[in-house]
T-cell receptor, first 115, second 112 residues
């Protein structure tokens, strides 16, 4: 248990579906992150939120839409995905977004399959 | 953005000490060096973080030379359960937003 939970753990969706991934951290952290990990590829940073403000969008397609209503919750809204978007989506949080405060705590991930 | 370079894979045997070196030639003054461990289908787990010289915790040691252009993660007496991918990250220290790039990592295989 890292203090970061993600739901659902597994998701199968069609290309025309709309779904959302949820992340919640119970650590009192101020920064939250979404990463994508495809098979046999490095983790790719997608979005960074610091104090609920999006500070980084790493050239992510608009079919992925993040939402951070408060410092404890982070969502990733999915719409019109492609099969190549199938991957493990990981959420992480940290006390701060830089320097020594940046130790990230990761959730267990959501395994997404797009048919 | 500081880029890191690590060996793709390493093999070791139970009980041995394993040293994984990471190169980060363009590390910035404010950057910290952080190492993570990842098992299959799980999120990475923080191992150790340092700025300079040597840092030690209950899991590992991190050696950082004076020029900070490289760092070495040292795992004492590895066991089979240490088989995982190890990532070296360098934060850019920018308070406006910190891009942390996970490279390919080093895949450590511990054999009996």
């Amino acid at each position: 248990e890292t203090g970061v939970t993600q739901t659902p753990r597994h998701l199968v969706m069609g290309m025309t579906n709309k779904k959302s991934l949820k992340c919640e951290q119970h650590l009192g952290h101020n920064a939250m992150y979404w990463y994508k990990q495809s098979a046999k590829k490095p983790l790719e940073l997608m979005f960074v939120y610091n104090f609920k403000e999006q500070t980084e969008n790493n050239s992510v397609p608009s079919r992925f839409s993040p939402e951070c209503p408060n410092s404890s919750h982070l969502f990733l809204h999915l719409h019109t995905l492609q099969p190549e978007d199938s991957a493990l989506y990981l959420c992480a949080s940290s006390q701060g977004a830089s320097g020594e405060l940046n130790e990230q705590f990761f959730g267990p991930g959501t395994r997404l399959t797009v048919l | 953005l500081a880029k890191t370079t690590q060996p793709i894979s390493m093999d070791s045997y139970e009980g041995q000490e394993v040293n994984i070196t990471c190169s980060h030639n363009n590390i910035a003054t404010n950057d910290y060096i952080t190492w993570y461990q990842q098992f299959p289908s799980q999120g990475p787990r923080f191992i150790i973080q340092g700025y300079k010289t040597k840092v030690t915790n209950e899991v590992a040691s991190l050696f950082i030379p004076a020029d900070r252009k490289s760092s070495t993660l040292s795992l004492p007496r590895v066991s089979l359960s240490d088989t995982a991918v190890y990532y070296c990250l360098v934060g850019d220290g920018d308070n406006a937003g910190n891009m942390l790039t996970f490279g390919g990592g080093t895949r450590l295989m511990v054999k009996p």
